[in-house]
């Protein structure tokens, strides 16, 4: 993840976007260990739908609605010249809630 300071021409909705695609990976590699075939979406919803119904893993509920909020940033990013406003506040958020998941997928698939 990115730890560190920022590139100061980087904007905030950038590494916003990045944590978000970082969460949708980190879930998408669930599905891959466990074979399933993970689908072409970047919905975190969907994601953590699919692990809960063929994996014997569940995104803890307080990771889930946070990593959802994240599913914003890739559908209003996703092209550079969309990047809007992303508060500091926000990107902490963001950067954090991708850690968390993180955190929960290495432990999760037993990695580190």
């Known amino acids: 993840m990115a730890d560190g300071p920022r590139a100061k021409e980087a904007r905030p909705a950038t590494y ?10 980190f879930l998408k590699a669930v599905l891959v260990a466990h074979d399933v075939a993970p689908p072409d979406t970047p919905d975190i919803r969907v994601l953590s739908i699919l692990i809960e119904a063929h994996t014997p893993h569940e995104l803890p509920e307080h990771l889930y609605h946070d ?8 559908m209003k990013f996703s092209r550079p010249t969309e990047l809007g406003a992303v508060t500091e506040d926000e990107l902490d958020f963001a950067v954090s809630t991708a850690r968390h998941i993180q955190d929960w997928t290495f432990d999760t698939l037993s990695i580190g």
């Open 16 to 25: 916003a976007f990045h944590a978000q695609q970082a969460v949708e990976k």
């Open 67 to 74: 990593a959802a909020l994240l599913t914003r940033y890739e």
